[in-house]
C-alpha cells in the first residue's frame, strides 16, 4: 500500500486544504474590516504542517524503495531522522556506503533503548528471557546462537498474535494504517524470513532466511550481518505487533478523530499547544538530596504528581503481592483490550517477593520521564531495580508534568546487573 493512500494521511491532507481554504476566506474578510486575527496567524503554520506532511510521505517510501532489498524495511519506531541520513548517503555515495550505515545503527551499543522497548508488545514480553539470552550473545559477538533465538522468538510472536507463523497469508499480517505495511513492506520481510532453501549451503548468506538456518541447512549464518538484520525484523515485527493489537480502536478513534475541526476548535488547539510549548520550556530537573532519600524511606509522599509517589506504591503492592493494583499502574498502552494486563504482571514478579525496598535514586530524564532506582531484599539478598516511569495524559500521550493534570504510570520495572 502508498503511504499516500493511509485514511490518516488523506484525512491531514483534506484537513490542511479545508484550513487553507478558511485562510483565503478570512483574507478577503480582513481586507473589509472582518475576519480573525487569529486565522490569519494560522497561514504560516499551515505551511509548515503542508511541508512536514510531504516529508513525512516521501522519506519511508524512499528509504523503502531504495533498502528493502537489502531486507531493511521502514517500521514505526524506526528513527525519521536517520532514514533521512541513510538515504542521503545513498544518493551521494552508493547503497554500500548507506548499508555500512545502517549496519552501524544496529550495532548492540546504539540499540539499548530500542531492547527495552519491545517489553511494550505483550507477545514479546512474555519471551524476554530469550531476548535477554540473545542480547547478552549478541554484545559477545556469538552469532551463532543470536541468530536461531530471534528467529524462534519471531515465529512465536506472529503464531501468538494471528494464529499462525509468519507462513500467514497477506489478509493475516495486513494491518490497517501502519507503517510497515508501505509498500508491503511487512510481505518482503516475511519473503524473505519464509524464502525455500532445499540445499546446504557453506558459503555466508546476507539473510536471516529462517527456514534454511533452523532447518540446519544455511550453515553460513553465523556473522554480523544476518544478526543485524534479525534484530531488525523483530522491531519491524515489535511495531506491526503493536499495530495489530490496537488495530480497531485506533479505527474509532480515527472515526472519532474525523469530524472538520470548527474555528472554536483551532483557536483552542493552538492555546493548548502553546500551553504545552510553555510548560516545556520552564521544566528543570529537579536536584534532589541524600536526605531526601533518606526521609523518602521513613514517610511516603502523598504528592500525586511526584513519580516517587507512584514508585512507592507500586512497590508496596509488589511487596503484598498485590498484582491486580500493580497493574493498574503501568502505562495504559500495555493494557489488553483497555483492561491491564494482570497476567503478565503476576508472571513477572511472582518469582521476585520482595521483603523490603527503598529507593536509592531519582533522575528526572525529561519533562514526562523519570527513571528511579530502587534496593530490594529479595530472600535475603539485596538487588537493584531500574523503574521508569511516564507522567501521561488520558489518552496515553506522554505530557509534562509541569502541566499537573496527568498520572504518573510505569514502563518498566529492570533488574540492575
Known amino acids: ?157 506472529v503464531h501468538e498474535i494471528v494464529g499462525k507463523g509468519f507462513h500467514s497469508d497477506k489478509s493475516e499480517i495486513d494491518v490497517w494504517n501502519s507503517i510497515t505495511n508501505i509498500d508491503n513492506g511487512i510481505l518482503k520481510i516475511k519473503d524473505i524470513f519464509m524464502k525455500g532453501r532445499y540445499v546446504t549451503r557453506n558459503e555466508n548468506i546476507s539473510f536471516p532466511y529462517r527456514n534454511g538456518i533452523l532447518h540446519g541447512l544455511d550453515l553460513g549464518y553465523d556473522n554480523y550481518i544476518v544478526a543485524a538484520k534479525s534484530w531488525h525484523y523483530l522491531f519491524v515485527i515489535r511495531d506491526w505487533g503493536l499495530s495489530k493489537r490496537s488495530e480497531e480502536i485506533r479505527k474509532e478513534k480515527f472515526k472519532k478523530d474525523s469530524t472538520p475541526p470548527t474555528f472554536k476548535e483551532i483557536s483552542r488547539i493552538i492555546e493548548k499547544n502553546n ?50 493494583y500493580m497493574a493498574h499502574l503501568y502505562w495504559s498502552i500495555y493494557n489488553k483490550d483497555g483492561k491491564p494486563n494482570i497476567i503478565e504482571i503476576r508472571n513477572q514478579f511472582s518469582d521476585l517477593p520482595i521483603s ?21 531484599d529479595i530472600d535475603s539478598e539485596s538487588k537493584e531495580f531500574k523503574v521508569r516511569m511516564i507522567y501521561e495524559s488520558s489518552d496515553g500521550s506522554s505530557r509534562p508534568r509541569n502541566l499537573i493534570d496527568g498520572t504518573w504510570k510505569i514502563v518498566f520495572v529492570q533488574e540492575k546487573k
Open 275 to 324: 500551553q504545552y510549548k510553555s510548560a516545556l520550556d520552564s521544566w528543570k530537573e529537579r536536584e534532589i538530596t541524600s536526605k531526601y532519600y533518606d526521609l523518602l524511606h521513613l514517610v511516603k509522599p502523598t504528592n500525586e504528581n511526584l513519580p516517587e509517589t507512584i514508585a512507592l506504591r507500586f512497590l508496596d503492592y509488589w511487596k503484598k503481592k498485590n498484582y491486580g
Open 1 to 157: 500500500m502508498e503511504y499516500s493512500e493511509f485514511e490518516t494521511i488523506k484525512h491531514l491532507e483534506e484537513q490542511i486544504k479545508d484550513l487553507k481554504s478558511v485562510v483565503n476566506i478570512n483574507k478577503k474578510l480582513r481586507i473589509i474590516g472582518l475576519g480573525s486575527k487569529k486565522i490569519s496567524d494560522l497561514e504560516d503554520k499551515i505551511l509548515q504542517l503542508e511541508a512536514k506532511l510531504k516529508e513525512l510521505k516521501e522519506t519511508p517510501k524512499k528509504f523503502n524503495a531504495l533498502f528493502s532489498e537489502r531486507g531493511w524495511i521502514t517500521h514505526d519506531s524506526l528513527n525519521h531522522e536517520f532514514m533521512k541520513k541513510a538515504i542521503q548517503v545513498c544518493e551521494d555515495q552508493g547503497i554500500d556506503k548507506a548499508e555500512k550505515l545502517i549496519l552501524e545503527y544496529y550495532k548492540p551499543e546504539n540499540r539499548r533503548n530500542d531492547y527495552t522497548r519491545l517489553r511494550a508488545l505483550p507477545e514479546l514480553s512474555k519471551r524476554q528471557k530469550l531476548i535477554d539470552y540473545a542480547i547478552k550473545e549478541y554484545k559477545e559477538e556469538k552469532y551463532y546462537s543470536v541468530v536461531p533465538l530471534l528467529l524462534m522468538i519471531i515465529d512465536g510472536t
Open 356 to 376: 523490603d525496598f527503598r529507593i536509592t535514586k531519582i533522575k528526572d530524564d525529561a519533562p514526562a520521564i523519570s527513571v528511579i532506582d530502587v534496593n530490594a
